[in-house]
């Protein structure tokens, strides 16, 4: 996206405002000028002599350099077309002329035009917004509002956030959410918090090392109930990560993964013990897994395009923080039945009910603790001491 300066956002205001103030000081003056000439007992002696000064003042300035002329001046043979005939105007013709006033007109319904709606947010609000917008790399407006509504009680529509986005970040629209129809079956019909989902991906380190991450999670809350990372993902060890996130006493009755080489007959029997039917999607299917590939583009989106590990454990330090960043403090697209955003388990106690709308509860502030070295943060309230 095309970055914009500040600095060229008020220079270009302040030109286009310093223009104006002379483009209308130039109006009034010759108003000015018409009104004394207006004065004496006649008033079309009067408008011809300031037509006549007009055109002399042009005439003048060409003198010392050739210039065309200003706006003021155009504006005042508009003005006084009113007064008396056109064709007295010697050096105008009238087709020009009726450009002017085409040109005046457009400048007139542009103003008379201008965005009248809702009145501006608090400025404390506005200053959280772009405090959370600073803050988080690759947050989206719709993100925005729920982090304001889930940690704070304010209630910010998504449109109202990209208002006063910053200019130098595209705020985006986000991914489509998903049918209808596909919600009420994975929700209803199938019973989404019994539902697991898996997968693979790969994280490539500082020495161009391949590293591959399974990550399993709970389809109805978006919970992440397992990860690990290996160099090489076989199938034993694959079998072993089942054992460990799929105990005998879980409530999970269905597994979605891929046909992937690492997940052979025996680690689908693996999962089979415990009374879970696995699912495998169809091949080149990544829509059949979307839960768990949208999961894998959100980490990689938010955390690891920004982080470079050094090698398996430090990966395994990133991801450990993350996953509770996830798993207690992100917002997710998926409502709880009050319309709130979800998140899959969060932690500490709720936010005071707020004052209003927009108003954060009184005898509290803000208090942001940086995650991942600042790369998103949490938010909480804090009583004032």
Same mark, same amino acid.
């Given at each position: 996206?095309?970055?914009?300066?500040?600095?060229?956002?008020?220079?270009?205001?302040?030109?286009?405002?310093?223009?104006?103030?002379?483009?209308?000081?130039e109006?009034?003056?010759?108003?000015?000028s018409?009104?004394?000439?207006?004065?004496?007992?006649?008033?079309?002696?009067?408008?011809k002599?300031?037509?006549?000064t007009?055109e002399?003042?042009?005439? +003048? !300035? /060409?003198?010392?350099? =050739?210039?065309? $002329?200003t706006?003021?001046? #155009?504006?005042?043979?508009?003005?006084?077309? &009113?007064?008396?005939?056109?064709?007295?105007?010697?050096?105008?013709?009238?087709?020009?002329l009726?450009r002017?006033?085409?040109?005046a007109?457009?400048l007139f319904?542009?103003w008379k035009?201008?965005r +009248? !709606? /809702?009145?501006?947010? =608090?400025?404390? $609000?506005?200053?959280?917004? #772009?405090?959370v917008?600073?803050?988080?790399? &690759?947050?989206?407006?719709?993100?925005?509002?729920?982090?304001?509504?889930?940690?704070?009680?304010l209630?910010?529509?998504p449109?109202?956030?990209?208002?006063?986005w910053?200019?130098?970040?595209?705020p985006?629209?986000?991914?489509?959410v998903?049918s209808?129809?596909?919600?009420?079956?994975?929700?209803?019909?199938?019973?989404?918090?019994?539902?697991v989902?898996?997968?693979?991906?790969?994280v490539?380190?500082?020495?161009f090392?391949?590293?591959?991450v399974l990550v399993?999670?709970?389809?109805?809350s978006?919970?992440?109930i397992?990860?690990?990372?290996?160099?090489?993902?076989?199938?034993?060890?694959?079998a072993q990560?089942?054992?460990?996130?799929?105990?005998?006493?879980?409530?999970?009755?269905?597994?979605?993964?891929?046909?992937?080489?690492?997940?052979?007959?025996?680690?689908?029997?693996?999962?089979?013990?415990v009374?879970?039917?696995v699912?495998?999607?169809?091949?080149?299917?990544?829509?059949?897994?979307?839960?768990?590939?949208?999961?894998?583009?959100?980490?990689?989106?938010?955390?690891?395009d920004?982080?470079?590990?050094?090698?398996?454990?430090?990966?395994?330090?990133?991801?450990?923080?993350?996953?509770?960043?996830?798993n207690?403090?992100r917002?997710h697209?998926?409502?709880?039945?009050?319309?709130?955003?979800?998140?899959?388990?969060?932690?500490?106690?709720?936010?005071?009910?707020?004052?209003?709308?927009?108003?954060?509860?009184?005898?509290?502030?803000?208090?942001?603790?940086?995650?991942?070295?600042?790369?998103?943060h949490?938010?909480?309230?804090?009583?004032?001491?």
């Amino acid at each position: 996206m095309l970055y914009v300066s500040d600095s060229y956002i008020w220079n270009m205001l302040l030109r286009n405002l310093s223009h104006l103030f002379v483009t209308l000081a130039e109006c009034l003056g010759r108003v000015a000028s018409y009104l004394f000439w207006a004065s004496l007992p006649n008033n079309i002696q009067a408008a011809k002599i300031v037509s006549l000064t007009t055109e002399l003042t042009a005439y +003048r !300035g /060409r003198d010392v350099r =050739p210039r065309r $002329l200003t706006d003021g001046a #155009r504006l005042t043979f508009v003005w006084l077309t &009113r007064r008396f005939d056109v064709s007295d105007i010697v050096h105008v013709q009238k087709d020009t002329l009726a450009r002017w006033h085409r040109h005046a007109f457009r400048l007139f319904w542009r103003w008379k035009s201008r965005r +009248r !709606g /809702r009145p501006s947010l =608090p400025k404390k $609000l506005r200053k959280l917004i #772009r405090q959370v917008i600073g803050d988080n790399k &690759r947050i989206g407006q719709r993100q925005v509002a729920d982090i304001l509504l889930r940690s704070f009680n304010l209630l910010v529509s998504p449109r109202a956030v990209a208002k006063y986005w910053p200019r130098r970040v595209d705020p985006g629209k986000g991914q489509p959410v998903g049918s209808w129809t596909w919600l009420k079956f994975v929700h209803k019909r199938a019973r989404a918090n019994a539902i697991v989902a898996c997968d693979f991906f790969t994280v490539v380190t500082a020495t161009f090392r391949t590293l591959y991450v399974l990550v399993m999670m709970e389809v109805g809350s978006r919970k992440i109930i397992h990860y690990n990372v290996t160099a090489h993902p076989t199938a034993e060890w694959t079998a072993q990560q089942f054992r460990e996130a799929l105990s005998p006493d879980c409530n999970y009755k269905t597994l979605i993964h891929d046909n992937g080489s690492a997940f052979t007959k025996e680690v689908d029997e693996v999962a089979e013990a415990v009374g879970i039917e696995v699912k495998k999607t169809p091949f080149q299917a990544p829509k059949a897994n979307a839960y768990c590939e949208r999961l894998i583009g959100t980490t990689r989106r938010e955390c690891l395009d920004y982080l470079i590990a050094f090698g398996e454990g430090h990966l395994k330090l990133i991801l450990n923080e993350w996953v509770d960043y996830y798993n207690h403090h992100r917002p997710h697209r998926g409502k709880h039945p009050d319309g709130a955003p979800r998140i899959p388990e969060p932690i500490g106690p709720p936010p005071p009910p707020a004052l209003g709308r927009h108003q954060i509860a009184e005898g509290y502030e803000i208090e942001a603790t940086p995650i991942l070295g600042g790369l998103r943060h949490r938010y909480r309230l804090k009583k004032v001491a």
